[in-house]
T-cell receptor
Framework: EADIYQTPRYLVIGTGKKITLECSQT?????MYWYQQDPGMELHLIHY???????EKGDLSSESTVSRIRTEHFPLTLESARPSHTSQYLC?????????????FGSGTQLSVL | RKEVEQDPGPFNVPEGATVAFNCTYS??????FFWYRQDCRKEPKLLMS???SGNEDGRFTAQLNRASQYISLLIRDSKLSDSATYLC????????????FGRGTSLIVHP
């Protein structure tokens, strides 16, 4: 089993609240990712990181931000949650710097914004 | 056109059947290919990588056709436990090496 953890597993929150989704891995992986997935739809990349102090935006426009102060930690923050942010958020990591990527996923955070 | 396209299905097959999924990709610079499995409300997990010469892992066979830009997954002797969504993943070389996921193909194996 992969050692990558996401908390909370489920979150129901009101509009306008600030939230942080946590993601931690104990494998020492440099690359980490945040994907957003709606039911029955593909994963959309919203942020990724090559390592400490590296963060990049993904293909999907997102109002969230991320930080990478430590290798093992890659939190995602929404400053003001809206109903359109309701989705599943999946964090992943990999140890390969090139194309032979095996991704390890966390269990996901199911976010509902009322 | 999406970078990675899959028939969403669902493919509804009886136990013991052989089923095949295709996945097409649009970027000819794509270099690495994978199949992931995702169970309902769970995270994706790597099923197998796809090598140029094709590869097999038990009941699962993956093939790559670079000329036509598609990969395939063949499942023989389907089991009830094979019911899941199968995600095609592609990585393009020369860029950021970020994995791109297809929408997935849903497989339902019934008794």
């Amino acid at each position: 089993e992969a050692d990558i953890y996401q908390t909370p597993r489920y979150l129901v929150i009101g509009t306008g609240k600030k939230i942080t989704l946590e993601c931690s891995q104990t494998m020492g992986h440099d690359k980490m990712y945040w994907y957003q997935q709606d039911p029955g739809m593909e994963l959309h990349l919203i942020h990724y990181s090559y390592g400490v102090n590296s963060t990049e935006k993904g293909d999907l426009s997102s109002e969230s931000t991320v930080s990478r102060i430590r290798t093992e930690h890659f939190p995602l923050t929404l400053e003001s949650a809206r109903p359109s942010h309701t989705s599943q958020y999946l964090c992943a990591s990999s140890d390969s710097p090139t194309t032979n990527e095996k991704l390890f996923f966390g269990s996901g955070t199911q976010l509902s914004v009322l | 056109r999406k970078e990675v396209e899959q028939d969403p299905g669902p493919f509804n097959v009886p136990e013991g059947a052989t089923v095949a999924f295709n996945c097409t990709y649009s970027n000819s610079a794509s270099q690495s290919f994978f199949w992931y499995r995702q169970d309902c409300r769970k995270e994706p997990k790597l099923l197998m990588s796809v090598y140029s010469s094709g590869n097999e892992d038990g009941r699962f066979t993956a093939q790559l056709n670079r000329a036509s830009q598609y990969i395939s997954l063949l499942i023989r002797d389907s089991k009830l436990s094979d019911s899941a969504t199968y995600l095609c993943v592609v990585i393009v070389s020369g860029g950021s090496y970020i994995p791109t996921f297809g929408r997935g193909t849903s497989l339902i194996v019934h008794p």
